[in-house]
């Protein structure tokens, strides 16, 4: 008996694969993410560094994002040397600012290093995008009327297992000046390399929910972004997960 294969035939096993792949993939990833753990020798010495009030405003901000209630995973990147490049238009204050962030940041994360490249765009990580609110609005036209009062945010893309990739950080060119603007900057860099989270807990903190003029990292948010690279503490992890293994003794 032969079978003739048509564009038909085709589609109809193309449409019935996709789905069946689609369920597999999610089912592995499930699978995945439930074996996501934090050895217990390791969480013992993370509690004898870190205060009480660090390790709970670490649960608040590094687990999930503002944007969906059941993202409640740690997401960073997971390369050697991130790669961040200037696009827009910023200005000479600006980019002196961002370079002395950089230079924070490197002190802080020993294991990986972030720097600004000019290399090819296809070695860029995270774009830096100080825009204007018309070149805004045209690109997330979601936003509406809250494009006007936006100083920054950051449009990130994870992979299926919580790696970060392919984000950009928004200025608002327009919006914001002087020393919020230098902590609008400096608060979504540091959200990019995966702090996602805002609060009202702390107001000195450059994750304060309210309005903030703070241009320097609080002791405690560099200890949040210590605790986020290091890499015994898996990407994927839920809060539940880093709760549970806070109280096992």
Not at 56 to 76: C, H, K, V
Not at 124 to 147: K, M, Q, T
Request: aromatic share 10%.
């Amino acid at each position: 008996m032969k079978f003739k294969i048509t564009w038909k035939s085709i589609l109809i096993s193309t449409l019935i694969a996709v789905p069946i792949l689609l369920i597999l993939l999610l089912t592995c990833r499930y699978f995945y993410l439930q074996t996501v753990d934090i050895d217990p020798a390791e969480m013992q010495a993370i509690r004898s560094r870190y205060s009480k009030e660090t390790l709970d405003y670490f649960s608040e901000i590094a687990f999930g994002t503002e944007s969906s209630a059941f993202d409640t995973r740690l997401s960073r990147w997971e390369r050697d040397t991130i790669n961040m490049k200037l696009c827009g238009n910023p200005n000479p204050s600006d980019v002196n600012f961002l370079m002395g962030v950089l230079d924070t940041l490197n002190a802080i994360m020993t294991k990986n290093s972030v720097r600004l490249i000019e290399a090819p765009n296809s070695d860029v990580d995270i774009w830096i995008n100080f825009a204007s609110i018309d070149e805004i609005a045209e690109r997330y036209p979601h936003l509406g009327d809250r494009v006007l009062h936006v100083g920054g945010f950051v449009d990130y893309r994870k992979s299926f297992f919580h790696k970060l990739r392919n984000t950009t950080i928004i200025i608002n060119n327009n919006m914001v000046q002087g020393p919020r603007r230098k902590h609008v900057i400096l608060e979504e860099i540091i959200q990019s390399l995966g702090l996602l989270r805002d609060s009202y807990s702390y107001p000195n903190s450059i994750f304060f929910q309210g309005y903030s003029k703070d241009t320097v990292m609080s002791t405690m948010d560099k200890d949040l972004l210590r605790l986020l690279y290091n890499h015994n503490i898996p990407t994927g992890l839920s809060r539940q997960q880093f709760n549970d293994r806070r109280m096992m003794r």
